[in-house]
């Protein structure tokens, strides 16, 4: 845990990422800016499409900052999407009513189809809507950055997008090894380029979504999930020390404490399958931990919201502890249902 006697950062989501216990948690939530916006809905339809939005700095700058506009988080997570790099990388990326769309790869032979690094003229826009949101943001409100961790990436890359359970590439991922670590290299030297332009940028914490660690076996996750997670932390942390890491392995469940321990990580998003009584002694004893609100409880509301949250602030409260969802906001999600969960948030502690 981080010295309490060190001087401290004065955002309150970075104290509590420096290991300070705060009378009340910093909050923001995964996918707060998005489509259960009605601002967000009339944006996207002027920009056209997804990856106009995304690429397109005032836009994403603009979506950015409409749910901190409404509701005050302690945090803006700048709007992005972590397919940008497999299309930075050559890949090509179009996104339909049912999701994104990639042009699919199986085998180690199609990796001469992509470029050796990711083409930062692709990327250069993110780092300029960083550069937006950091100017018009409060001087209380941190700005996160993000990207897909590598194996989440792939997963997407090889199945050419979403999938129940991805057997096309947990089968290259047993099929061939080597050929599988070859593309997972490539995806972690661009997700350090993708990282790497939002801290120039402006970013001051970043945080790794591997949304799909839970599918995988144990050893796939410690050769595939903490083994490339803890590379690409330790260039980051090389190259930017001062910005804090948080990794979210959804789904990981028992092998969540050994991602603590051997990734860098500075802190943990918990998903909503992790046990608050268990994160404590498991987890929070060694490094800041973040979450796990179900989705569902924000878009239901009331009072099984509000004790939700008190239970959870409760039970993570002596230590220091981010509160956000176990998963992203749901898109029916009444908006004020989150000014409801920023009410109860912002009491005073009893």
């Known amino acids: 845990m981080a010295d309490k006697t060190a001087k401290q950062p004065k955002k309150r989501l970075l104290r509590a990422l420096a290991g300070e216990t705060l009378d009340r948690p910093p909050w923001w939530l995964m996918r707060q800016a998005g489509r259960y916006l009605p601002e967000y809905r009339e944006l996207r339809e002027k920009a056209g499409d997804f990856i106009t939005l995304c690429l ?68 250069a826009p993110v780092g300029e809507a960083a550069r937006c949101v950091r100017k018009a943001l ?15 990436v792939a997963a997407y890359m090889i199945e050419g997008g979403g999938s129940r359970d991805f057997q096309d590439a947990k089968s290259w991922m047993f099929r061939d090894p080597a050929g599988f670590a070859s593309l997972i290299e490539r995806i972690a030297d661009a ?11 402006g970013v001051e ?10 599918i995988l076996p144990p050893e796939g996750f410690v050769d595939w999930v903490i083994a490339p997670t803890r590379r690409l932390v330790a260039e980051l942390k090389r190259r930017f020390p001062l910005i804090p890491i948080i990794g979210f392995p959804r789904g990981a469940g028992l092998m969540y404490e050994r991602y603590a321990a ?10 909503t399958s992790v046990p608050p009584i268990i994160a404590k002694a498991t987890l929070q004893s060694r490094l800041p931990v973040q979450g796990n609100l179900d989705p569902v409880l924000l878009r239901l509301g009331g009072a099984a919201m509000r004790e939700a949250v008190e239970r959870l602030c409760e039970a993570f409260g002596t ?12 898109r029916d999600t009444p908006p004020e249902h989150v000014m409801e969960l920023a009410r109860v948030l912002s009491a005073p502690v009893a």
């Not at 992005?80 to 009513?97: C, F, H, M, T, W």
């Not at 409060?138 to 990207?147: E, H, M, R, Y």
């Not at 914490?205 to 839970?214: E, K, P, T």
């Not at 230590?319 to 749901?330: K, T």
Request: glycine share 10%; no cysteine; charged share 20%.
């Open 205 to 214: 914490v970043v945080q790794l979504f591997d949304s799909w660690a839970g």
């Open 56 to 123: 397109t700095p005032e836009l994403a700058a603009e979506v950015t900052m409409q749910p901190v506009r409404r509701f005050g988080m302690d945090a803006a997570i700048l709007f992005s999407d972590i397919l940008l790099v497999p299309r930075a990388l050559g890949q090509s990326l179009s996104y339909e009513d049912d999701g994104p769309r990639l042009e699919a790869i199986s085998e180690a032979a199609d990796l001469r189809r992509l470029a050796a690094r990711a083409a930062g003229i692709d990327l």
């Open 138 to 152: 409060p001087d209380s409100t941190v700005l996160i950055g993000f990207a897909g961790a590598p194996w989440t």
């Open 262 to 271: 051997e990734t860098g990580v500075d802190a943990v998003s918990l998903d």
């Open 319 to 330: 230590g220091p502890y981010i509160f956000n969802l176990g998963h992203g906001v749901l």
């Open 191 to 201: 997700t350090l380029d993708f990282l790497a332009i939002q801290i120039e940028g």
